[in-house]
């Protein structure tokens, strides 16, 4: 199972959507990440929306391996490979994305409610902020909070690594974000402010 998870998370669905639709490398374009933040800035809202669909999906399928295969094991830790797939994609050269839309398809999986309350959480703060990286960073931070109420030893233990290494993913953003270069998305309270300051 957790080779399955490894491989279904290798799947570059930003990559391969580029080339067969769009003949572009989104590697090649924008921050040079093959997620779905780049795909959405570089390819557009059709072909963003179809890679956070399939990003997710990735992380899903692999955590439901143990209810189609009847394994006692928690889904989280068969997630986790998923994870480490799409960051580490055998089928990129190794070179993945950030693994948050793939952290909250295995959440999906693991408990639909607290994915709900995920999505508001993200939704939410890119409201707020206009910001994918910050909503992102603020959304993993929260729920590692939240996940305490659970009292799930082994999603509070997975949630504050993925926070953490969501945190290390994003040490670019953080600098731009510092400095006041962040990219923003075209809505919010954010945008329109900075938009009514130029």
Not at 100 to 107: E, H, K, N, R, Y
């Amino acid at each position: 199972m957790l080779v399955i998870a490894y491989l279904l998370g290798s799947i570059p669905s930003g990559v391969w959507i580029g080339r067969l639709f769009y003949h572009k490398d989104i590697r090649q374009y924008g921050s040079g990440n093959m997620g779905t933040t780049n795909t959405f800035r570089v390819l557009g809202k059709k072909a963003g929306m179809v890679v956070l669909l399939l990003d997710m999906l990735k992380g899903t399928l692999a955590a439901c391996q143990p209810y189609l295969f009847h394994v006692s094991i928690n889904v989280l830790i068969i997630g986790c490979a998923a994870v480490a797939g799409h960051v580490f994609p055998l089928f990129a050269r190794f070179r993945g994305g950030k693994a948050v839309a793939t952290s909250a398809g295995i959440l999906l999986a693991y408990n639909p409610v607290f994915f709900l309350i995920a999505w508001v959480i993200f939704l939410t703060t890119l409201y707020l902020t206009s910001m994918v990286s910050i909503a992102s960073m603020v959304g993993m931070t929260l729920i590692t909070i939240l996940s305490l109420f659970f009292h799930d030893s082994i999603l509070t233990i997975i949630a504050l690594v993925l926070t953490v290494f969501v945190f290390y993913r994003h040490k670019g953003n953080l600098k731009r974000i510092h400095e006041g270069d962040e990219n923003l998305v075209p809505f919010g309270l954010y945008y329109r402010r900075h938009q009514s300051k130029k």
